[in-house]
C-alpha cells in the first residue's frame, strides 16, 4: 500500500501558534492538505472494529495533534508558516516526516524531485501497492503486520505550485505526466526547479525524472485526505465527506504593455496606459464567469448543457497583479497580472478560455497596448473511481457511526474546487478522496482550522479502510 503524499512564492500566512491541526507542509503537498500523523501501538490481536479499542483511537487522536504541532513550528518565517519547494524549512520538515516513517518500521528514500518515501511490503510484496495522500504517516504496529498489500507512504514534496508556478510536482513526476522542461523553469530569483534540488544535494536530470514514474501495473489505487476548503461539511454538521470528483484548472498569466510615462505630462487622450486596460481584462473576466451564457454561443461544441454546467461550477479568479516601473507618478510601460479558471466541465472551460482570450486581444487592440497571454498550468476535471469511493464511504461510515454511537443518513458526497495530488495520480491509477471539515470554509488564511476531533474521525475513517485490507 503507498501513501502519496506558480507567480509569486505562497505562502500559508498562519502564525505556528495557530496550528493546533493544520499542515503538513507548504512544499510536502503544500496545498492545506491535512496531515495525519497516525501514531498508534496497536496490538495485532485488537481491530478497528472491536469496542476494546476505542482508547487506541484516544492516542492517535493526541498523537495527530502532536505531530501537527510539531510540523507547524517548522517555518521559513517566524510570523507564519511558510514552506515552498526546496526550501530549508521544507526539508527540516521532510527529513522529520522520514523519521516518523523509520519509526513506524518503513524503508525510507528521498527520491529525485525531493519526495520522500516510506514502504512496508505487508505479507504480499508482489501484489499492487495502495497509495494513500498526501500527508499520511503510518505507525500501526498490528496493522501493518497484517496488510496483504504494501504500503509505500510518499510526502510529495509540490502540491501548490508556488515556488515555480507548476503545481503537482511530486506527484506529476511520480505518475509520469511531468514535462522534463519542468526542469528548467525558473523561480523569482532565477533558480531553476533542477537547481534548487541541486542546492540539497539531489541531482536530476531529464532520463532520471523520467525514471521516477510508477508501473501502473504495480499500483492498485490512490486515496487522499485533505481539509474541504469549503463551508459544506460544516453546514451539515458533519467532519468527513467524500469526493466525487475535481474541477478542471486553467491558469494564465497576462502582460500588458503600453507607453510608459509621466503621470503629469502625458494628456489622457494620448496615453496607452497598460494598467487602464489591464483593469478592463479583469472587470471583462469577473463578468464572463458570472454570466458565461451571456458570452458563449452554441455550435457544434458548445452545447446549452455545457453552458449549464458552468453555471454551477465555473469560478475565476485574478490571484496576482504586478507593475513596472511601480511608482505613483509613473504611467507603467508593463502590467502582469494572473488567471485562475476553473470548472467541472472541460469543454466548457475552454470555450471560456478562449472567448476569454479573443476578448482581451480585441480591448487590448482597441487600446493600443499589446497583450501577451500565457497558458501555465492545466489539468482536467478528474471523477473519482467509484468502486475505491465506496469503500472508502463504507469505512468512513463506519468511522463516524463509531465516533458518534449513532446511525447516520449518509456520507455527503462532494465536488472539488481546488486541485489536489490526486488530479495527477488519476493518470497512474484509480483515485478517492475524503474531505474533512474545516471551520467556516476558510483556507490559505491564518484563519485556517480544522478541530481535533475531525482530525479524529479522519484518521479512525482512514483506519477502517485500512482494516478491509487486512
Known sequence: MATLLQCTPFYHSIPPSLLPILNLSLSLSSSFLLLLALSLSLTSTIGFSEGANFLHSEILKDEAVVRLNELGKVSDAQEFLARTFQSPASVRAGNLIRLWMEDAGLQTWVDQMGNVHGRYEGLNPSEKALLIG???????SGMLGKLRRPVEVIAFSDEEGVRFQSTFLGSAAIAGVLPVSTLNVHDKSGVTVQGALRENSIEITEENLLQLKYDPDSVWGYVEVHIEQGPVLETVGLPLGLVKGIAGQTRLRVTVKGSQGHAGTV???????????????????????????????????????????????????????????SASNVIPGQVTFTVDVRAMDDLGREAIIYELSN?????????????????KHDANAVVCDPGLSSQLKSATYAALKRISGEDLDDVPILMSGAGHDAMAMSHLTKVAMLFVRCRGGVSHSPAEHVSDNDVWAAGMAVLAFLETLT
Open 359 to 375: 476578448r482581451m486581444y480585441r480591448i487590448c487592440d482597441k487600446r493600443s497596448v499589446l497583450c501577451l497571454i500565457e497558458r
Open 134 to 140: 498526501s500527508h499520511l504517516v503510518l505507525n500501526i
Open 267 to 325: 494628456p489622457m487622450t494620448m496615453r496607452q496606459d497598460p494598467m487602464a486596460a489591464a483593469a478592463e481584462l479583469i472587470v471583462l473576466l469577473e463578468s464572463l464567469c458570472k454570466q458565461p451564457e451571456d458570452y458563449l454561443s452554441y455550435d457544434g461544441q458548445c452545447t446549452a448543457s455545457t453552458v449549464q454546467s458552468l453555471a454551477g461550477s465555473l469560478v475565476c479568479t485574478v490571484g496576482e497583479i504586478s507593475t513596472w516601473p
